[in-house]
Structures are given as C-alpha cells and as structure tokens.
C-alpha cells in the first residue's frame, strides 16, 4: 500500500511540473538597484562599496559594459516599465514627493509626473 502512494504521488507531482513547464508564459524575475552609478560596484572595479549578492549574480550571469543610466529614480523606473529613453517619455528628472499631507501640492504645468496613457509598458506586454 506504502508503494502504491509513493508511486501515486511521484505521479502526480510529474503531471504537475509538466504542465507547469508547458506555461504560454515565460516567468521573468527582475532585480533592479536603483541610485547606482556605472562603477559603484565591486564586480565593474570598485574597491570602496561592498556588494556581495549583486557582485555574484553579475559573476554568474552577464555584465553590461555598454549601457545607458538615467541620474534619478523616476527616470529610471520610467524607462523600465516603458522600454524607452527616459527623455522620450518625458520623465529625466525626480517625480518630488509630498512630505506634508495636509498642504496643497503644487506641480509646475511643465514636469511630466507620469506616463503617457499611449506609452506600451511592460505590464500591457505580460498581459497580452
């Protein structure tokens, strides 16, 4: 009876990664250190900041050597969702946060503070 189970549950569990490894799909894992300029890390040459978890995963994954870097986060997060240049959306400078909730925000005409509803992100991409 004990075999019967095991081989019941060996069975099962193979059906399910089966169809797990059969998704449409693809599972995409993205990790992303922000406010990091193009040598702040061990694995590029720096001698003064310590990182050991990004520095391996870039030892055993690819380096980029040719790339291009927005100098504050919103520009960065927007190209990433987008696809594209910071300055093609419109976003190259930080989106200023609100510290006191009770005063009004005022945001001059001229800033973009989000995407465009006919920019494509990467979500409207997984979706289809």
């Not at 004990?2 to 060996?10: H, P």
């Not at 922000?34 to 720096?46: E, I, K, P």
């Not at 690819?62 to 959306?89: D, E, K, W």
């Amino acid at each position: 009876m004990k075999k019967i189970r095991t081989v019941i549950f060996a069975l099962f569990t193979a059906l399910i990664s089966l169809t797990s490894a059969a998704q449409d799909r693809p599972n995409i894992v993205m990790i992303m250190a922000d406010d990091l300029g193009g040598r702040d890390l061990a694995v590029y040459g720096n001698t003064f900041n310590e990182s050991p978890n990004i520095d391996k995963l870039a030892n055993e994954g690819m380096l980029f050597h040719n790339a291009y870097a927005a100098p504050v986060c919103s520009a960065t997060r927007a190209s990433i969702l987008s696809g594209q240049y910071p300055t093609r959306v419109g976003i190259f400078d930080f989106i200023p946060g609100h510290w006191r909730p009770y005063e009004e925000v005022t945001v001059p005409i001229h800033e973009t503070t989000h995407l465009s509803e006919d920019v494509n992100t990467i979500g409207d991409a997984m979706q289809s």
